[in-house]
């Protein structure tokens, strides 16, 4: 499956106007891993490992941040002890989230003098955030695409390095799937992204600084 470049463009060149409101606009490369638990009806509940590769677009201010999330996503086959077992299954989702950073001013993790100056050391800006996703999916093997909602809760911590275009994102996401072939299906995953910083870019740009 591809995705268009055109939408992420789309969002740079619509987003950076706010940039004078204090909203800076952020592009990130998400690589996440996790453990799916499914059960079937009248069955056990068994675990999937499942993969994930996202691009994110995030609007984000000084304490709150919203995100549009294009991904794709690959679940393996379960185990068939006990003479049965879920068969695996991939596709691409499209997730809306929003975030709430809990320290608007960012900690330091190391250097001195003003966090938010360039010899500062890297910074850390914990969070939490929330999403709702809608994910269109395949059995392996098979062509029947089939929809299915999802509501995903995760903490994360970004780690900003000092004069950098690009900082580090930790997240430990909790994922439920509402899908009507199974009574549950739900995951727990770690994820990990780089994220280009726009805002930082165009202002280097603008002060000769590239």
Do not use: C
């Not at 940039?19 to 990130?28: I, R, V």
């Not at 068969?87 to 993790?109: D, I, K, N, Q, T």
């Not at 072939?181 to 995953?189: F, P, T, Y």
């Amino acid at each position: 499956m591809k995705i268009s470049i055109s939408l992420p463009l789309f969002f740079v060149i619509a987003f950076f106007p706010p940039q004078a409101l204090g909203l800076d606009f952020s592009q990130g490369l998400v690589l996440g891993g996790g453990t799916v638990f499914s059960r079937a009806p009248g069955f056990g509940t068994k675990p999937q490992g499942m993969v994930e590769a996202e691009l994110e677009n995030l609007l984000s201010g000084r304490s709150f941040g919203g995100a549009l999330i294009l991904g794709l996503h690959s679940a393996a086959p379960s185990g068939i002890r006990g003479g049965y077992g879920y068969r695996g299954w991939e596709g691409m989702h499209l997730r809306l989230s929003g975030e709430m950073y809990l320290s608007p001013a960012r900690r330091r993790v190391g250097g001195e003098g003003n966090p938010d100056a360039a010899s500062g050391g890297m910074l850390l800006r914990p969070g939490f955030g929330a999403a709702l996703g809608g994910f269109f999916s395949m059995y392996r093997h098979t062509e029947i695409l089939f929809f299915y909602p999802s509501l995903r809760l995760q903490p994360f911590a970004d780690l900003i390095p000092p004069r950098s275009l690009v900082r580090l994102r930790f997240a430990l996401p909790v994922e439920v799937f509402f899908r009507r072939d199974l009574d549950v299906s739900w995951a727990v995953g770690l994820g990990a992204a780089g994220v280009f910083r726009w805002d930082a870019f165009m202002e280097k740009r603008r002060r000769g600084r590239l």
